[in-house]
Structures are given as structure tokens and as C-alpha cells.
């Protein structure tokens, strides 16, 4: 299925609550990469366009580019036809990423390049999803705070020790980022807030039936209750510590003092939710966090091996090859 994007000419509609600024059309360029996240453009172009559409004035003008000129496929299959080539930007134009490269070394450079050539021409440079490690790849998000995605968090600030990573809803200024999905829109609001008046981005976000609106200050919440599954208070204590302490693990004896337990106790607790001992589903995070870290980083296997509590080499190559059938090398060119 092939989509065009683009806005066209607003309609005329009866007038805002208040007049809005006047001021020149601005326009957003998203930069649409394979396996991109279709909800996130969706999110981020839709409050553009019912901000034209409710002032009846073009406030707001946007179009999606790739690095060939030709359709992007997101990760549910979906392709999205490009307006054009990605060939730099206008004045006060604004880029936002969308997606992260490929494995084609030759083309990965030549897009690092190209951000790197709009960031010293001071275009504003925002990233949603996976576009966040795209910008920081090439080396525009140092010294930042980000909004990345919490299952891409840990890994980003591992690789990337200069950037700043919050479990924000999103971040704006600078550099724009937010996780992805719904928060895209979260953070269009914002800037059509900053830009255009709270009264407009209110009013998109009520025809949007858009009842939880997110402010900068607000977190990603995904609680350890709900990737379990499980609703027992002690046992979601101890999940989220553990968590928390993949680097450096807790002992059995640690773990069933923030359970509030004794360690057979424990033991009974983990048996009966989530069928395996503490140490056993512990062992299980840490090697589901490694394998994470090796898809998503460009962290050599030593380093993902420390980031996730193992100080063998040997034993967590070891492990690694018994629970998922091959070596943590095969995940990474160099080790």
C-alpha cells in the first residue's frame, strides 16, 4: 500500500477562540528511514494539519523526504511514498528523523554526513524513536537530554555516555525527541503551544479526541506490573530492583529483603507468578537486556557483558550461546 503524504490547502473554518500570531508558513521535514514508525508520523503530522484546519490558515506546511527520493517501508510493512530526495533543508525549515539506518555502511555514511551538513547550518534537528540513535550516531545529540523510548534507554546511554537520557514523555528545544508512537503527538502540541498559543494546540487536541495531553515534565509510564503481567506488590518491588541493578546483581539475600521476605519465601513468591526461582528469572533479564544491547548498540561484546553484570567473558559468552543457540559474536562484527 502506498501513501502520499503532504498537506494541502486548509479549509476555511469559523475562526479560533483567540487570534494566533501571525507569521510565515513553517514547515517540518521528516526524514522517513526503513523500519520507521508509522504511528509516531502519523502522530506527528496530524496535529499539523488540524492546526490548519482549525485556524483556517496555513500555520504549518511539512513533507516527508528519504535519502533515495523513493518509498519507505515501516516496520508493519506499510510504505510511504517520499515527496522527495532528501537534499538539505530551507531556511527555518525543521527536520525531524524518523527511523534509524541500515546496515549498508556507504549509505549510513552518507546520511551521518548529511545531518552533520544541517546541523552546522543551524537547522533545528529533532529524532522520534529510533531516529534518537540515528542523531546521536552522528554526534548531534552530545551534551543533550533526550526522550528515548525506555526498552532503548539503557542501551543509548551505555553507548553513548555524553548524552543525557530522560524517561520524559518528550523533550523539546534544540533538539526535539520523543520516544516514539503517541508521544509524537505530545510533542507537537507542545511546539504548536510555544508557537501558536496553548488555545490552538487545546483545541486540536480535543478534535483529536486527545484526552491525556503530556507536557515535557511528564514520564513514560510502563510499570514493571504491566510487561509482567503480575499484581502482587512485593514480587513488583523486586522486579523493578532488579531491573534497576543489571550492571552490579543483587544477591538472593538482597533480593528477599526488598521483597520483605525471607529468601525460601522468595523463592515460593517467583515460583507461583512467574514459575522460575529469583536468581533463575534474574539470570533470564540480564541475558534478555544483553541480547537487547547487541541489537540496538554498536557496544562491543565486552562491553554489553559489563553493562549487564557479567565479569567472564567466557561465562557469559557461555550462557548466552545455552539460552539463545549461538554466540553473542554473531550479533556483533567486532567484539
Not at 20 to 47: I, K, N, R, Y
Not at 76 to 87: E, K, N, P, T, Y
Not at 147 to 174: C, K, Q
Request: hydrophobic fraction near 45%.
Amino acid at each position: 500500500m502506498l501513501l502520499q503524504s503532504q498537506p494541502r490547502a486548509a479549509a476555511k473554518v469559523a475562526p479560533a477562540i483567540r487570534p494566533e500570531p501571525q507569521g510565515a508558513t513553517e514547515t517540518f521535514v521528516f526524514l522517513l528511514l526503513d523500519g520507521f514508525d508509522a504511528l509516531a508520523l502519523a502522530g506527528a503530522t496530524e496535529p499539523l494539519r488540524q492546526a490548519n484546519v482549525l485556524s483556517g490558515r496555513p500555520l504549518y506546511g511539512w513533507r516527508v523526504v528519504s535519502m533515495t527520493g523513493t518509498p519507505v517501508v515501516a516496520a508493519g510493512g506499510l510504505a510511504v511514498l517520499a515527496d522527495a530526495r532528501f537534499s538539505g533543508l530551507a531556511r527555518g525549515e525543521s527536520l525531524f528523523v524518523i527511523g534509524a539506518p541500515g546496515e549498508d555502511e556507504a549509505a549510513r555514511a552518507h546520511l551521518m554526513a548529511a545531518l552533520r551538513r544541517e546541523a552546522a547550518h543551524g537547522v533545528r534537528i529533532g529524532a522520534i524513536g529510533t531516529g534518537i540513535q540515528t542523531l546521536a550516531r552522528a554526534g548531534l545529540l552530545d551534551d543533550e537530554t533526550v526522550a528515548a523510548h525506555w526498552d532503548l534507554a539503557e542501551g543509548l546511554a551505555e553507548e553513548f555516555p555524553r548524552i543525557e537520557v530522560s524517561r520524559a514523555a518528550f523533550v523539546a528545544g534544540r533538539r526535539p525527541t520523543a520516544p516514539g508512537g503517541a508521544a509524537a503527538t505530545d510533542l507537537m502540541l507542545h511546539l504548536i503551544a510555544e508557537r501558536q498559543g496553548s488555545d490552538l494546540a487545546t483545541r486540536i487536541a480535543d478534535a483529536m479526541v486527545w484526552a491525556n495531553v503530556r507536557g515535557p515534565q511528564s514520564r513514560q509510564t510502563v510499570s514493571a506490573q504491566s510487561r509482567y503481567g503480575v499484581r502482587n506488590a512485593r514480587l513488583v518491588r523486586v522486579l523493578a530492583a532488579m531491573e534497576e541493578n543489571l550492571e552490579t546483581p543483587l544477591s538472593a539475600q538482597e533480593i528477599a529483603d526488598i521483597a520483605g521476605m525471607s529468601p525460601r519465601q522468595t523463592e515460593r513468591l517467583f515460583a507461583r507468578y512467574l514459575n522460575s526461582t529469583p536468581m533463575g528469572f534474574y539470570a533470564h533479564l540480564r541475558l534478555e537486556r544483553a541480547r537487547s544491547l547487541l541489537m540496538q548498540t554498536e557496544l562491543s561484546v565486552t562491553e554489553v557483558a559489563v553493562a549487564c553484570g557479567y565479569r567472564s567473558l567466557s561465562h557469559f559468552a557461555k550462557v548466552y550461546r545455552a539460552t539463545y543457540g549461538h554466540a553473542p559474536r554473531r550479533m556483533r562484527a567486532v567484539a
